[in-house]
């Protein structure tokens, strides 16, 4: 008797004797990728990036979250390579799509990345496979624009193939919280493709949440992501309004935050960064509006939170006031322009913007990120300086953009110099010369 392709798939992965290919070697694919490798699979990783493929052949890793021993280790024992040969993709059991999903300038999805991926997935499309999209994008996506590129030569999902979403829900830089501990929730075209992509990440991490359908999965990141942003959006509201009545709003969450129940705490900043909070919650508004429904949430979150580097100018603005000087012509040192705490990511970080209005107002600006060594932004570029030599060069204003934990305020706060603090980095600390958020 011939098996079905499930069974055959399911058999496999039991034995992990399954071929898994990675598509896309970023933050989210790479320590997807060295998951499954460490489970016991073999794994194939595929990027565009010659240089991402070359360093992963050589044991190196480049991702921050990714111990070199451990992918090194995965390596040497052929569990895991990676290419750029996508033809390579047609010899794989199951396939994980991880590649960007972007906005347009226009806020639109932009998902040709998506696209490009899927077509080199069909160009090879077998019988029994199994294809997962991770990429974070609005509910749809996999049914509406997968499948039917996936099905053009004849195969049937569900039936032939296998097609699941499972939302990538990483936190790059959180210890406590990896790729192996959060839950992962999987969502398939059918209740074949359910099973298959459950018992693939069943073998991989500690916890899988099975839900109905790829749209409720697509759903699911997008309430997720879209829940962080309105209410950062509502903090830094907040945080304005506390300002403005000479309330310290810092405080005011700590206390808060003692509620047992009905609080959880966000905290106020220069604003939102990263490739997902800012942008995922558009991909849904944009979306919604297809059906012709309005996200008012989305859209007042974004206009609270985008106003927020502004915001910081205008504090910086009002710091240099109290020294008689005018933002035009002072020397401005940031500490910190990763988009948050201990990564090297700098994708969408509001310290950019926070630059580049700056520099629009006439501000010498310097900047120390021992994760970020150089910046390039709007075709300048910035070399990172210690915070030694920053103290040296004796600068007007110092902005706490980025509160790595590495960074030593003291000698700032000793020297006298202004300090502008987005991060409440600077708690317990006042005087005259510290400005919080
Ligand atoms: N970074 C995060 O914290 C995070 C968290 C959860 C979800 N996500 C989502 O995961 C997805 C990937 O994000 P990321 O941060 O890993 O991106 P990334 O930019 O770090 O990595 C994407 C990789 O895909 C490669 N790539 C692009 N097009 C390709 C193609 N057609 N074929 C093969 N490789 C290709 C790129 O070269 C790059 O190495 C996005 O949808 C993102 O929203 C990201």
Redesign the pocket.
């Known amino acids: 008797m011939t098996s079905i392709p499930i069974d055959t798939l399911l058999d496999r992965i039991r034995t992990r004797d399954a071929r898994i290919g990675v ?8 320590p997807l990728a060295v998951e499954f490798a460490r489970a016991g699979f073999t794994v194939t990783g ?4 010659a240089k ?1 493929a070359e360093q992963i052949n050589c044991g190196k890793s480049y ?1 921050p979250d990714v111990a070199e021993l451990d992918l090194a280790e995965c390596v040497r024992l052929r569990k895991l390579s990676a290419t ?1 040969d ?1 033809s390579e993709l047609g010899a794989m059991d199951a396939i994980d799509i ?5 906005l347009r300038k226009t806020r639109d999805p932009n998902l040709s ?2 696209v ?2 899927v ?2 997935v069909a160009a090879t499309l077998k019988r029994g496979q199994l294809v997962i999209l ?4 609005y509910p749809g996506t996999t049914d509406e624009v997968v499948q039917p590129m996936l099905e053009e030569k004849g195969l049937r999902a569900d039936v032939d193939f296998f097609l699941a979403f499972s ?6 830089g959180n210890q406590q919280f990896t790729t192996h501990n959060i839950p992962k929730i999987v969502g398939g075209v059918g209740e074949h493709s359910t099973k298959a992509a459950a018992a693939l990440y069943g073998a991989t991490v500690n916890a899988v949440v099975p839900v109905t359908s790829t749209r409720v999965a697509e759903m699911v ?1 997008l309430l997720e992501n879209t829940f962080r942003a309105v209410n950062i959006g509502l903090v830094n509201e907040i945080a304005l309004m506390s300002h403005k009545m000479g309330i310290d709003v810092w405080e005011v969450i700590d206390a808060a935050k003692t509620k047992p129940f009905g609080f959880m705490p966000f905290y106020p900043g220069p604003g939102l960064g ?3 909070i800012p ?2 919650p558009y991909y849904l508004s944009w979306k919604a509006r297809q059906t012709g429904f309005e996200c008012r949430f989305i859209e007042l979150a974004g206009h609270v939170n985008s106003a927020m580097p502004a915001y910081v100018v205008e504090r910086i603005g009002d710091a240099l006031n109290t020294a008689r000087k005018p933002i035009n012509g002072s020397r401005v040192h940031l500490l910190g322009v990763a988009y948050k705490r201990d990564v090297s ?1 700098i ?1 969408e970080s509001p310290a950019l913007d926070v630059i580049e209005l700056l520099q629009h107002r006439g501000a010498t600006l310097s900047y120390s990120d021992p994760y970020v060594p150089e910046l390039r932004h709007n075709g300048e570029a910035l070399t990172a300086i210690d915070e030694a030599a920053a103290l040296r060069e004796q600068p007007d204003c110092i902005v706490i953009c980025t509160d790595h934990s590495v960074f030593d305020y003291e000698p700032f706060i000793e020297s006298g110099v202004l300090i502008v603090d987005t991060r409440n980095a600077l708690k317990g600390r006042s005087g005259k010369t510290i400005f919080r958020l």
Do not use: N
């Open positions: 598509i896309g070697l970023g933050y989210v694919g790479l595929f990027d565009v990036d991402k991702i750029t996508m991880c590649v960007p999903t972007p990345y998506v490009q991926a077509e080199a991770e990429s974070t994008t939302p990538e829900r990483v936190d790059p990141k990263g490739h997902c942008i995922d990511d994708r």
